[in-house]
């Protein structure tokens, strides 16, 4: 009989009461718990995620600077290698101008079926790629 009329005095005149401090407690841990996660978020994701940016760029802009650097080298070092064996380009030219039209005919044949084979590596590896 106590239980039954301590029961019922805690539905009549308590129970309201607990269950508004209970939700309000409640809200409160969620509001902490977001307060926690938004912190951590703007203390430690964000500068993270920023570094990362950061560090992306500076390798990409990198690259991009030394690729632009070996282009300009290797066009250099091309037209003065290129200048350096003209004298051996012109001879050759001249040589092979002097040789009988039977020779120049079976390498250019030679020639031709080296560059079919090779065109067929090739398409070998583009169709692997």
Request: hydrophobic share 55%.
């Amino acid at each position: 009989m106590a239980i039954l009329c301590g029961y019922a005095a805690y539905q009549a005149l308590f129970q309201r009461m607990y269950v508004r401090l209970l939700q309000k407690i409640i809200r409160a841990f969620v509001m902490l718990y977001r307060l926690i996660i938004r912190m951590f978020h703007y203390a430690v994701i964000l500068p993270l995620r920023l570094l990362y940016r950061f560090f992306v760029f500076l390798f990409i802009t990198t690259c991009h600077f030394v690729l632009s650097i070996g282009k300009i080298l290797y066009k250099v070092i091309y037209v003065c290698i290129r200048f350096l064996l003209q004298p051996f380009i012109w001879i050759g030219r001249f040589i092979w101008r002097q040789t009988p039209l039977r020779f120049q005919a079976t390498v250019g044949r030679i020639f031709h079926i080296g560059k079919g084979f090779l065109a067929k590596i090739a398409n070998m590896f583009r169709k692997k790629g």
